[in-house]
């Protein structure tokens, strides 16, 4: 038992961090400025579905969807980082590349459910931890980890009067600087290690 609560709570504090929906927060918000309560919740919770239907579709089915489609783990790095660096990009510049105004109301929480809070990183979080605990810890651990992130995101604009406009802008193109460089070294560790496996 004692074991059962120990890996959870490790396997959840990792989770947390990679996901780090704090981090989102000035994100989520300037895509949600001006919408009602309502679809702020709304979006809050797409983001957590899709980020928490990822995770728990590589969590049970590991490796096997890589096998299917003939790709690999370096590919899906080089990828997932290519996407979260024009996030990152979007963000610190304060441009937006392929604007689509409808698209983006009805995208929102897909933009921050992946790659955002459900990226590369995650993914392979998640894949280490079921190779190391098998699915009933990351499986608990996911969703104490998504109810956090829900709760973060639901309370978003709570968290973003409480820290000021200003700041709020100024952590948003911090964040994107932050996710352009984590970016990079995604995208790195991908060339690297297809360079190594070729």
Known sequence: MQDLITGV???FATLFIILDPLLSVPV???MTKGKPAAEIHKQAFIAVAVAGGLMYLFLVF???IFDILGLNLPSFQIAGGILLFLLGIQYALGIEIGHCKERTE???GVVIGTPLLCGPGTITTVMLLSRDYGLLIPFIAITLSLLATWL???????IQRMLGEVVTDIMGKVLGMLLAAIAV???AAGVMALAVGA
């Open 9 to 11: 709570i490790y396997s």
């Open 28 to 30: 989520f918000a300037a």
């Open 62 to 64: 590991n490796k096997m």
């Open 106 to 108: 009805t995208a929102v």
């Open 152 to 158: 973060v995101l639901y309370y978003s604009e709570f």
């Open 185 to 187: 070294k995604i995208i």
